[in-house]
Nanobody
Framework: QVQLAESGGGLVQAGGSLRLSCAASGRTFSRYVTGWFRQAPGKEREFVAS????????YYADSVKGRFTISRDNGKNTVYLQMNSLKPEDTAVYYC???????????WGQGTQVTVSS
């Protein structure tokens, strides 16, 4: 079992920045891929970014490329999502998720609210 806890959400004006954190606990000795997703009111959950713990490779949704950066801290078992140039359409609950074996997103955090005012 892997437990994930997001933090860092809040209210920010358009053009501002936030950094989200996803701290993992439990069976974290062999991590594979961690991802960030978001869900806005009335919309489906969508992929934002992911990072491969072994290779360090990263992937981003087109809507956030150039504005968001995903990174990891191996020692702290934490993944970060640095969000710059935020837009009102980035408003959503942001979730981190863990893919432990390549079969899918096995574990999810509880989410953290990000609100961007215009």
């Amino acid at each position: 079992q892997v437990q994930l806890a997001e933090s860092g959400g809040g209210l920010v004006q358009a053009g501002g920045s936030l950094r989200l954190s996803c701290a993992a606990s439990g069976r974290t000795f062999s991590r594979y891929v961690t991802g960030w997703f978001r869900q806005a009111p009335g919309k489906e959950r969508e992929f934002v970014a992911s990072i491969n713990w072994r290779r360090g490779s990263t992937y981003y949704a087109d809507s956030v490329k150039g504005r968001f950066t995903i990174s990891r801290d191996n020692g702290k078992n934490t993944v970060y999502l640095q969000m710059n140039s935020l837009k009102p359409e980035d408003t959503a609950v942001y979730y981190c998720a863990e893919n432990v074996d390549g079969t899918g997103w096995n574990y999810w955090g509880q989410g953290t609210q990000v609100t961007v005012s215009s």
